[in-house]
């Protein structure tokens, strides 16, 4: 029979495991009424500055498809300010040559950052709508040289109006693309905050076990 504290072992190390399994993404908006931008790294500062005002919205998100401010926040579809967040962790039979795909609606154009890095930006109307025939309304990014560990995709944008549906996806070694989710089978060793609190809570459990124990000898 397991005593508490090896229960409560088992717990804290299996709820990291459960974190570790899926990438993890964040979805955040703001409003702006900013215009296209110069460059990737002025879509970023752009984007940050509106986010740190009062009145930004982040969620985490279980599968990027489909997403939109207005199908996650229930929230205007203009004048808005896009950054998403993928943490994925990529395992050493995953590493090699990546391909990354973005839908998205930004009719003021945006901005894909890899690692810190930008990848790309676009400053014209983009309208993904569903379809990746049109080059100029996605991101689409081939041959990328992606090791083994931790990664972070960031999409920057900036939309005026009416707001759509987004999509990112990824394909690993000539695979099929698929859509980044809590479920992509991607390896991340970040936990979510959910996550956080739950080992916390049960090393808090350890800690008071043992503080007892010890006051009994």
């Not at 676009?122 to 025939?133: E, Q």
Request: overall charge neutral; hydrophobic content about 45%.
């Amino acid at each position: 029979m397991k005593t508490l504290s090896q229960a409560l072992v088992l717990s804290t190390l299996g709820l990291a495991g459960l974190a570790a399994q899926a990438s993890v993404i964040t979805f955040e908006t703001a409003s702006s009424s900013a215009g296209a931008q110069a460059s990737a790294a002025d879509y970023r500062s752009v984007v940050n500055a509106a986010l740190a005002q009062p009145g930004a919205k982040l969620a985490d998100i279980a599968l990027y498809d489909g997403i939109s401010n207005t199908s996650v926040f229930g929230g205007s579809s203009s004048n808005i300010a896009f950054r998403s967040t993928i943490d994925f962790g990529v395992a050493a039979n995953q590493a090699g040559s990546w391909s990354l795909r973005a839908g998205v609606d930004f009719g003021k154009g945006g901005a894909v950052v890899l690692d810190g890095v930008a990848l790309g930006f676009k400053t014209n109307d983009m309208w993904w709508a569903g379809s990746y025939a049109d080059p100029s309304q996605s991101f689409s990014f081939s041959n990328l040289n992606i090791a083994a560990g931790q990664h972070r995709l960031q999409i920057f944008g900036l939309e005026g109006c009416c707001d759509g549906g987004q999509q990112a996806q990824f394909s690993s070694n000539g695979a099929a693309f698929q859509s980044f989710a809590k479920t992509d089978g991607l390896l991340n060793a970040v936990p979510e905050p959910s996550s956080y609190a739950l080992m916390l809570t049960g090393l808090a459990g350890m800690a008071w076990v043992a503080r007892r124990r010890t006051a009994k000898r």
